[in-house]
């Protein structure tokens, strides 16, 4: 046992480093509470056993989304109905949704060979028993079957007695529902909260309190604090970023064996937080958006077929050559490419979580016409998505 004394840490600077996961679930959830007030008020009407309203909640990563609902579940779970949480990036069909929903009840649904039917009735049969199932779907727009599967929740509820079945939809996309068939949008009956994304003092405030939850006391210096903040503010005010960049900033120190954590090490966690938060992403992102990212990235790369008509548009790559790389791509691992309003959807996708950027071209020969430019490495890229397609 002596050999591993000296590989031990001293905890120069970490007090708890579980307080510092995103998924950490403080007592006290700073400037969220009023969120959290409107997510009660809709699951309030379980409290009289009536089913809730759906609810669906929008805002970018790292906005408060799933830590708020899951605040209010730690209240309620088990008091006024039983609420279980799906990650659907997971449990990403309707099968898969509903044998996660009934584990609960039911342990043996672990085992494979119970067709959708026998799923369907069990859920009828356990909510109709006066219990109010209540499911929250995490990232809900990552589910493959979504049609079907909000379809079959809610019209559930046309055959139960006594109790019913609610959703609460989480998710990054703001048009999601956009794609969905009319028949399963209009019996949604939904309330919908967008959170916002936190400001430069909120994100100050966020990271105070964790590192004094988290990390020894006086270990890190108020402009460290600052600088985190002001660093993740141009994150979209994602306060995921502002996490991880903590704790790699007080690995880094303590690491080091320093007592202190600095700008110093916060500028050095940011090269290292910006890296795994992109391959993080890219590596769960769908198969078409990998390919589009790919093309993008070789481009980026191995330079550009069409002629550059703008000197201030460097960087920056056409719309329809990108497209055209796709189909190359889609071609080369044997994939049938999407149309092009389906490229559009990815493109959207993918400036949305921070993986490039887009721009208007001024009116040239051309006209106007997108153009798109990768927010980092290509050559990061190309080994992260090509290593996942096999490219």
């Known amino acids: 046992m002596t050999n591993f004394t000296g590989s031990l840490s001293t905890n120069r600077v970490f007090r708890d480093t579980n307080v510092l996961s995103p998924h950490f679930v403080p007592e006290v959830l700073p400037f969220r509470e009023q969120q959290i007030n409107e997510i009660r008020s809709v699951i309030a009407p379980a409290l009289e056993n009536k089913k809730p309203r759906n609810l669906f909640v929008y805002g970018k990563t790292g906005t408060g989304k799933t830590v708020s609902v899951k605040r209010v ?4 779970n088990g008091v006024v109905a039983s609420i279980q949480y799906i990650n659907c990036r997971i449990y990403n069909s309707r099968y898969r949704v509903l044998q996660k929903a009934l584990k609960n009840f039911i342990p043996e649904l672990e ?30 727009d990552m589910t493959k079957d979504l049609d079907e599967l909000i379809y079959t929740l809610t019209r559930a509820n046309d055959e139960i007695k006594g109790g019913g079945v ?16 009319p028949r399963s949008k209009s019996s949604l009956y939904e309330t ?7 400001t430069s003092e909120q994100l100050r405030e966020i990271i105070k309190q964790r590192a004094e939850l988290g990390l ?4 890190i210096d108020q402009s460290a604090i600052n600088l985190t903040a002001a660093i993740t503010a141009q994150e979209n005010g994602d306060a995921r970023y502002a996490l991880k960049l903590l704790y790699n900033a007080a690995e880094l120190a303590e690491h080091n064996g320093k007592n202190k954590i600095s700008d110093e090490e916060v500028e050095l966690a940011r ?8 391959s993080e992403t890219v590596a769960t992102l769908p198969e078409n958006h990998q390919m589009v990212l790919f093309s993008i990235a070789n481009i980026s790369l191995n330079g550009s077929r069409y002629a550059r008509l703008d000197v201030e548009e460097d960087g920056f790559l056409f719309s329809g050559e990108i497209y055209e790389e796709y189909e190359r791509t889609c071609k080369k691992l044997h994939k049938r490419a999407r149309s092009v309003r389906w490229y559009h959807e990815y493109i959207s996708d993918l400036e949305m979580l921070g993986l490039i950027s887009t721009k208007m071209s001024s009116k040239g020969i051309r006209g106007h016409t997108t153009l798109i430019k990768l927010g980092h490495d290509a050559k990061g890229i190309l080994e992260i998505v090509g290593k996942n397609l096999g490219c």
Request: charged share 25%.
């Open 73 to 76: 579940m730690e209240t309620l």
């Open 166 to 181: 609610s959703i609460i939809g989480i998710s990054n996309k703001l048009s999601f529902k956009d794609a969905l068939d």
């Open 111 to 140: 085992k494979s060979g119970f067709g959708l039917p026998f799923l369907y009735e069990k859920m009828i049969e356990i909510a109709s028993s006066g219990k109010q199932l209540i499911l929250v779907l995490d990232e809900i």
């Open 271 to 278: 090269k290292k937080v910006d890296i795994d938060i992109a």
């Open 216 to 219: 020894n006391e006086n270990v």
């Open 192 to 198: 919908e909260m967008v959170f916002p994304p936190y």
